[in-house]
């Protein structure tokens, strides 16, 4: 038996996996982390006692095997896809129940995974996960329980202790329980994603132990791209990596061809969930997790809005019709004025273009206008003027910017004033031939100090940044119900645009 297990931990070295996380890890998760190049994929946690409640039932219309609760609620499904490279995780604090619930589904999983590393307060209260880390004598208890009782792969997922001693001293002792592969996170327990992750840790506990151990933690900080992988493998030493937040914005992570645009990811993973009969609010929290700072979006609307999967898909449905009437709408705008899209006309004494400004095609902390400015300081000129109207009919906003005695303005208009000015900064930087600060442009060192201004306050500067960048997004989606001018009041309908300046 122990050279049958042996063989199948073989899977979990040099490998990439798609880390637990709580209402992320169902089956259309794990399943579309498979397609997009993940060679393993573990379950959400879930709770032992709920578990040991549970009938396996098969599930011959959806083609799954369903775990179902006494009250009738689906609290794990697979299927045959993912037999072979699933873990199923538990939260679990005592030994004999963490084996029942190991014996019910380990025919139909790849490996069982104990939770030592969760810090919330659903888990620990309960004596689960990062609360076992202080209790080594039961950890032993439940591993071994588990070795000793299944036949598949037993592994588990801790956070790393308060010193590098006590965190070697720990999977030494777990490693002797023979498990097949030990997770590690590398924070401690009191940490957050927003703290740096301790790679030298990992490092002292890969160096310690002779099975595979698997580096987590590095989303973000270290990993923000599939060839980030292996850069994060080798700061830590570990054999294998586990993604958790950056699968769950975007699951292509794990592609080596490279990034997919999350939209699509969006609709593969909607196609799942509807093949799968996923929980609808579950399917509505995973694809707001993907959409981040858009949530607040049309479409981040719509989903939230809807009740069941067949209403998030008719939302996606619109979203396509919406991005064709858009194109068309800045192909009819163009016409209208005389011009193309892109080609800068003359009115009157404004250069004009066809350009609206797309919060998406720029990182969280860079605008346009923030190029504008520097380059207008760079080349000792007066400081970038705007002066914006709205419209009365839909309170739609256009603004036109004067640089070095010259005036630029978006033909198409703006859903707010912060959006029109950056049009209008678009339009000026292109027919100047400056760079704009898109994403994948090169560096062209005009925001470097900036740049260097924003890390002056660490992380709490980040923070603020996120935030302008979540409201700019917000602002984005709204059509105000109150005009934006500079005394306060409302636009009546019968009167003209307000002209508003800012520089």
Known sequence: LLKVKNLVSCFLR???????????????????????????????????????????????????????????????????????????????????????????????????????GCPKEYSTKGGMGAALLSDPDKIEAILKKLVTGVGIPVTCKIRILPSVEDTVSLVRRIEKTGVAAIAVHGRFKEERPRHPVHCDYIQAVSQAVSIPVIANGGSLDLVKKNGDIEEFRKATGASSVMLARAAMWNASVFNSQGPVPVERVMEEYLKYAIRYDNNAFNTKYCLCQMLRDKVESPL????????????????????????IQEQQQVRRDALQNGSQPDKPVMDG???????????????????????????????????????????????????????????????????????????????????????????????????????RERKVNGSAEEEISKKRHVADVQQEAETSETAVVTNGNHHKPDTPPERQKSS
């Open 14 to 116: 040099n490998i990439t996996a798609l880390a637990p996380m709580v209402r992320v890890g169902t089956l259309p998760m794990r399943l579309l982390a498979l397609d997009y190049g993940a060679d393993v994929v573990y379950c959400e946690e879930l709770i032992d006692i709920k578990m040991a409640q549970c009938q396996r039932v098969v599930n011959e219309v959806l083609e799954t095997v369903d775990f179902v609760a006494p009250d009738d609620r689906v609290m794990f499904r697979t299927c045959e896809r993912e037999r072979d490279r699933v873990v199923f995780q538990m939260g679990t604090a005592d030994p004999e129940r963490a084996l029942t619930v190991a014996q019910l589904v380990e025919k139909d999983v790849a490996a069982i995974d104990v939770n030592m």
């Open 349 to 451: 004494d404004v250069i004009t273009m066809a350009v609206k400004f797309e919060r998406r095609e720029y990182p969280p902390q860079i605008t346009p206008k923030m190029f504008l400015l520097e380059w207008s300081r760079k080349e000792k000129l007066e400081q970038p003027f705007y002066e914006t109207v709205q419209r009365a009919q839909d309170r739609a906003f256009q603004s036109t910017v004067m640089v070095a005695e010259k005036k630029y303005r978006s033909s198409l208009w703006s859903k707010s004033k912060k959006f029109a000015e950056q049009a209008a900064a678009i339009v000026c930087l292109r027919v100047l031939g400056i760079p704009e600060g898109r994403i994948g442009e090169e560096d062209s060192g005009l925001v470097c100090k900036r740049k």
């Open 300 to 323: 981040g609307k719509q989903v939230q809005a809807a009740q069941t999967n067949a209403e998030i898909r008719y939302s996606f449905m619109t979203l396509g019709c919406d991005r």
